[in-house]
C-alpha cells in the first residue's frame, strides 16, 4: 500500500492514462492510504478540468467508509469549478462531526459565496464554543480575496475566539494566525491587528503564536538592492 500511495501521489501528468490511474485508485483501491492520496492528488489543477473526477470525487466524499478518504475528498472537491452540485454537496456535510471543517476548506478553496455565508455564520455562532474546529476559523481566510468578503465583519468573531477562554486552544492559535494572514492581505489592517494582539504577548497559552506573528506584522520591508 505505501508504494500504491506513493506512486499514485506522484502522478502529475495531465495525460488519459495518469487521469485513469489515479481515478481507479481513488474508486476500487482497497487500502485507506491509497483512496486518500489519490484524492488528494486529484486536487491538481489540471484534474479538476476533467468532469469524471469531480463525480469520482462527489461519490467517494458521499460513500466511502474510510472518514480521512471522504475529508480528502471534501477538499479536493474545492479545486473543481464552482458548481451548483459540489457547492451544495459540500455546504451538505458542513455541519457533519467527521467532515464538517474540511468541506469548510473546499467551499473556501472553491469561493462559494454560499460557503461564505454559512461558515461565516457558524464562527458567529460559535464564537466561544468549545466545539469550534480550527479549520473553520482557517478556511474563512481563503474567501478573501472574493468581492463579497467582509473584513470587518469578519475580524469580529475572529478576535473574540483569540480572547476566549472556552474556545480550544488550537482553534484560538488558528484565529492569530487568520488574523495576520487578512493583515497581511489587507496591508492598512497591519496597525490595527499589532494594536490587538500586543497586549496578549505574554498570555500563556497564546505566547508562542502571537510573538511571531507580531515580528511577521512589524518586520520591515527589504531594502531595495543598489542600483
Avoid at 476548506?105 to 466545539?131: C, F, H, N, V, W
Amino acid at each position: 500500500a505505501d508504494v500504491r500511495s506513493w506512486i499514485v501521489y506522484s502522478l502529475f501528468s495531465a495525460r488519459d492514462e495518469a487521469v485513469a490511474t489515479v481515478l481507479k485508485a481513488l474508486t476500487s483501491d482497497p487500502s485507506d492510504v491509497v483512496r486518500s492520496r489519490a484524492a488528494q492528488r486529484l486536487s491538481s489543477p489540471h484534474y479538476a478540468k476533467n468532469p469524471l473526477v469531480a463525480e469520482a470525487l462527489l461519490k467517494a466524499l458521499k460513500e466511502d467508509k474510510s472518514v480521512e478518504v471522504r475529508r480528502r475528498s471534501a477538499e479536493a472537491v474545492g479545486a473543481m469549478p464552482l458548481q451548483a452540485t459540489s457547492e451544495e454537496t459540500l455546504l451538505g456535510c458542513l455541519t457533519d462531526k467527521d467532515i464538517g471543517p474540511h468541506c469548510a476548506l473546499g467551499l473556501g478553496r472553491m469561493g462559494s459565496p454560499k460557503g461564505y455565508s454559512a461558515i461565516r455564520d457558524l464562527l458567529q455562532r460559535g464564537e466561544t464554543s468549545a466545539t469550534l474546529s480550527p479549520l473553520f476559523v482557517w478556511a474563512i481566510t481563503d474567501f478573501q480575496p472574493r468581492p463579497f468578503f467582509q473584513l470587518e465583519v469578519i475580524s469580529g468573531p475572529l478576535r473574540k475566539i483569540v480572547k476566549s477562554d472556552k474556545a480550544q486552544a488550537g482553534t484560538r492559535h488558528y484565529a492569530v494566525k487568520s488574523l495576520v494572514k487578512l493583515a497581511q492581505a489587507v496591508p492598512d489592517r497591519k496597525a490595527a491587528t499589532v494594536a490587538f494582539l500586543k497586549p496578549l504577548e505574554n498570555d500563556a497559552l497564546l505566547t508562542h503564536s502571537i510573538k511571531p506573528a507580531l515580528e511577521q506584522l512589524t518586520a520591515k520591508p527589504p531594502a531595495a538592492p543598489d542600483k
